[in-house]
Every structure is written in C-alpha cells, then in structure tokens.
C-alpha cells in the first residue's frame, strides 16, 4: 500500500509558466509534509516544507497549497526557469516519527 | 550547504556476498538514516539510528541487514548475504535533532549479481 501517491510522472512547461505537481496521502497521523528536490547527480535538498496547521506556504516562486480534508497537497512553481528542471520528490511524516513515506517524483522539464 | 558523502557511488556484488555502505554524515549531527530506492519505484524508509541504537526500521530492513557507527566514524549499512532483490539505490541521510531538516547524500547504487 502506497502511502503517499505522487503525480504525474513527469511534466514539461513552458519558461515562465507555473508547474503543478500533486500529491495524496493515506494516513491522517501525518504532520509534515515536505517537497525534495533532485538535480542529476545530486542529493536530494529540501525545497519547502509544510505542516496541517496552515493551508498554504510560500517560499519566492514556490508554493504548497494543502487541503487536510482531501488528504491532499500540491507544490506550484510560478514563473519556471530551466533551472528548475529536476526530478522533486514530495513526502510526509508520521506523527511522533522521524521517517518519511515518499512519492515516486516528477520529472520536471522546463522549456526556454 | 550542509554535505552527506557516500562511499562509494556504485557497488556491484556476487549474489550471497557480504557489502558494506558507507557514509559520512553531516558533522554534529546526531541522527542518521538509510533508505532504499528501487529503479523507477519511490525512496523507501529502512532505518533510523540515534545514540549507538536503531530507533525505527521498516520491514524492509531484514534480519540479514545491520548498521553501526563505532566511535563516530562512517555510518554504515551491512548486508550479509545479499540478494538479488537488494538491488537498488541506497540513500543514506542525517538530522541534527528530532524535527529537524534532514540532509541526504547522492546514494550508493549497488548491484547484485
């Protein structure tokens, strides 16, 4: 049982428009919900990060919109650059845990 | 920023054979994790390790698995004997406390045989 489903699978925008990546959980004990990002040949880094308590949380160009009651989040990156272009991984922690259930990714491809 | 290094990037291993992992984490830091990525599959959590002890595994992390880190050095996960299935790309990761921003390294690929 997948506890975190992620999609899509990969993406491709246009530079300068907004990418949305989704994601769903299972379990309602999860309390931290954080996006990763991977460039090729590179660890994964945390991008942002949010927990239940807010419904939304920005960062610059990035920003998760939560929905608690659909067990659901979503990460937008306004005004995509080719830099952006990676691979980001969303994930969630249950609560009184320290591991995270991560999504398969999305492999994002920004057009000039 | 802060840097996890994992030695080595990839490993290629007879089947029933033992490996060893390393990884170096962030210095200070006092947390540490292992997790399993099968090629095209999602990161899958495996263990945590805090003050000489596993605190959380998954049911990933078979009896044939064990992890240390004597006197502060590598933080290592060992497989004795491998499997075939134990195939894929291992993440090692560390934290300063609880609740706290974790950092991974770029992960061993290991590939049975």
């Known amino acids: 049982q997948q506890q975190v489903r992620q999609s899509p699978q990969s993406l491709t925008v246009w530079e300068g428009e907004t990418a949305i990546l989704n994601c769903s959980y299972e379990?309602?004990?999860?309390?931290?919900f954080p996006w990763y990002h991977q460039f090729p040949g590179e660890s994964p880094a945390l991008l942002i990060a949010?927990?239940?308590?807010?419904n939304k949380k920005e960062d610059g160009r990035f920003t998760i919109f939560f929905n608690k009651r659909e067990k659901k989040f979503s990460l937008h990156i306004a005004d995509s650059q080719p830099g952006d272009s990676a691979t980001y991984f969303c994930a969630a922690r249950p609560t009184g845990y320290q591991n995270f259930y991560f999504g398969k990714g999305t492999s994002l491809t920004v057009i000039p | 920023g802060p840097k996890v290094l994992q030695i080595p990037s990839h490993q290629i291993i007879d089947m029933g054979q033992m490996v060893t992992l390393n990884c170096d984490p962030v210095s200070n830091h006092l947390y540490f994790y292992w997790y399993k990525q099968i090629l095209g599959q999602q990161m899958e959590f495996l263990v945590n390790f805090y003050n000489g002890k596993v605190m959380e595994k998954s049911k990933l992390f078979k009896d044939q698995f064990s992890v240390e880190r004597p006197d502060g050095s590598y933080f290592t996960l060992k497989i004795q004997p491998t499997a075939l299935e134990d195939s894929a790309v291992y993440f090692c990761a560390s934290s300063s406390g609880q609740n706290t921003e974790v950092f991974f390294g770029k992960g061993t690929r290991l590939t049975v045989v």
């Open positions: 949010i927990r239940p308590v807010s």
């Open positions: 379990d309602s004990t999860f309390d931290y």
